[in-house]
């Protein structure tokens, strides 16, 4: 009788497992075999911002994403080298001189990404130190050249030092999203550094803005922030 009753439990523990697994592939993302878009070509970004970099690292990340959302993405420098080699576009800036048509006569894909940098810093001041990244992206049907896709997003992180200061310097801030209607901020955590000081601020924000720069992780949280969540309104990819 012993043994039936573990058996039966066991049964009820595979069983519950099981139900689990399914339940969890139920919610993971798959592809819309109904988009009619499967290759997309991400142009080469034009920069808004004060960072030379900027452009290019954002792209790789779109890249990296719309893969990962089921897009068949063509490979960044083949993009680069045939903008360069048959219309000798170097910057994402000459692509607004340039028709569609020309674009698609040489690259051939369903859907174009551009994209508008228009902040990549890093603000330290000690009394609110502040790290943004924000861009305008779309992605453009071929077949009908109709907007597909948009995001206009901004990502910000904040440390401000505590007492008035603080907070009227985070009012300032508000200010200014509010007056950039065009970009619709997103603050992601909003946090007093060290002991809350003006000083220990300063210290703290020059000390990240050092290392962060001296280990290629200028502003990957924020980066990737700017990536995911301007992706959230695309469709998946149809799988290839």
Known sequence: MEKAKTLFKWILVVFALGLISS??????????????????????????????????????????KLTAKF?????????????????????????????????????????YVYGDILHYDQITSGILNINRVSARLKMIQSRNEMVFWHSNIGIKSEV??????????????????????????ITLRREAGGDGSIVSNLISGLLVKT??????????????????????????????
């Open 160 to 185: 401000r030092s505590g007492g008035f200061s603080g907070s009227l310097a985070s009012l300032v801030s508000l200010g200014n999203d509010i007056k950039d209607s065009e970009i619709h901020w």
């Open 71 to 111: 897009y068949k993405v063509i490979p960044l420098q083949q993009i680069d080298e045939r903008l360069v080699d048959e219309l000798g576009i170097t910057l994402g800036e000459q692509l607004s001189e340039l028709e569609f048509e020309e674009i698609h006569s040489i690259i051939n894909a369903d859907a």
């Open 211 to 240: 290392l962060s720069s001296a280990f290629g992780l200028t502003l990957k949280f924020e980066s990737a922030a700017l990536i995911s969540r301007s992706t959230m309104t695309l469709r998946n990819g149809p799988g290839f």
């Open 23 to 64: 339940c969890a592939s139920s919610f993971r993302s798959q592809p819309d075999e109904s988009n009619p878009i499967v290759t997309v070509a991400i142009l080469p970004f034009s920069n808004l911002s004060n960072n030379a970099g900027a452009p290019e690292h954002l792209r790789g990340l779109l890249s990296n």
